[in-house]
């Protein structure tokens, strides 16, 4: 299979985007797809701004910002993924929204385009029984944010084909990133062990055990962890983890992996983390600090 030049990228989100600009900077023509034009644009500026801090440190030149820039499109239109030599999809975590949209990247891509899959926990094999082409169907996993994080978990199908595994693992590394494999399992590696360790720390402040603080600053200091459980939960979007903690619930069947019922509340209750101002902490400016009930 010929190196890729053109590359489509699904979702403009804190993912999609940062996979966007990884493609723009090691070569690639770029393509943004995303419904919702105020998300574009929210990409652009954050893409941009990603950019101008790489050239600020060092990393980049100012005239490499500017040709990175220069490859990227933002489009509302799936049409125009039509030329894509691969495609990464980097939208909700939800495998009935994802098996709808790799059925219609199936109808428009070229037969030769390889359709990859930026899920954290959803099977590869069930997205790719959506397609005619299941042979170049293939989990590409992005750790956040793309652009700093030096790992990619790829997952092969059960049909996944040698040639689609090899051009995915040339890519990562024209990215320059560390690759593992995982079988196709629900959580894969990564977050098989995460998103327990995560769902136990809510059940650590849901028992009333200690404070989101002593949690976090405990994980940090004592396991050597940069962000603590409940701060990376932030981070992530609760309810991205909520998701993978439900796929893990039901792909592996043991009650070992039920969400925690705090984790379930919060997200109820619209307060999902750093992408809204609030989740176990309030990161609005002015804010009073939340006080968590270990029972909320």
Known sequence: MAEAKNLGVVGSGQMGSGIAQLGAMHGLHVWLLDTDPTALYRANKSISSSLQRFVSKGQISQAACTEALG????TSNIDELRSA???VEAIVESEDVKKKLFIELDKITKSSAILASNTSSISITRLASATSRPCQVIGMHFMNPPPIMKLVEIV???DTSDETFHATKALAERFHKTIICSQDHSGFIVNRILMPMINEAFFTLYTGVAT????DTGMKLGTNHPMGPLELADFIGLDVCL???KVLHAGLGDSKYAPCPLLVQYVDAGRVGRKCGVGVYDYRKGSEP???SPRL
Not at 71 to 74: D, F, I, S
Not at 212 to 215: L, R
């Open 212 to 215: 989101k603080e002593d949690i």
């Open 243 to 245: 998701s993978i903690m």
């Open 85 to 87: 030599d691969f495609i």
């Open 290 to 292: 939340i006080k968590a």
């Open 71 to 74: 490859r990227l499109e933002y």
């Open 156 to 158: 092969r199908g059960a």
